[in-house]
Nanobody
Framework: QVQLVESGGGLVQAGGSLRLSCAASGRTFSSEVMAWFRQAPGKAREFVAAIRWSSGSIRYGDSVAGRFTISRENAENTLFLQMNNLKPEDTAVYYC???????????????????WGRGTQVTVSS
């Protein structure tokens, strides 16, 4: 069993920064990849970033590359998302996700991940 809990969301002005955290518990020692997704009202869940837990290999979605940074703290089983130069279109609920499936590629689809947190709201005002 894997449990994921996001935190750090809030309201910021455009151009500002925010840091999200995802605390993992349970069978985290078997996690292969952890990821961030986001979902705005009426829109599909969108891939943001992912990191392979063991190697640190990273993949970013096109919409956030150059502005967001994903990182991990292995000893604390914690995933982070540093968001800089935020834009109103970044407004969404941000979800932490994990998969235990071993693969050479890093998935970018929601169906690639079996475990999900409840999400944290990020609102960017103009």
């Amino acid at each position: 069993q894997v449990q994921l809990v996001e935190s750090g969301g809030g309201l910021v002005q455009a151009g500002g920064s925010l840091r999200l955290s995802c605390a993992a518990s349970g069978r985290t020692f078997s996690s292969e990849v952890m990821a961030w997704f986001r979902q705005a009202p009426g829109k599909a869940r969108e891939f943001v970033a992912a990191i392979r837990w063991s190697s640190g290999s990273i993949r970013y979605g096109d919409s956030v590359a150059g502005r967001f940074t994903i990182s991990r703290e292995n000893a604390e089983n914690t995933l982070f998302l540093q968001m800089n130069n935020l834009k109103p279109e970044d407004t969404a609920v941000y979800y932490c996700a994990a998969t235990l499936v071993v693969a050479t590629w890093i998935g970018s689809r929601p169906s690639d991940y079996a475990y999900w947190g409840r999400g944290t709201q990020v609102t960017v005002s103009s």
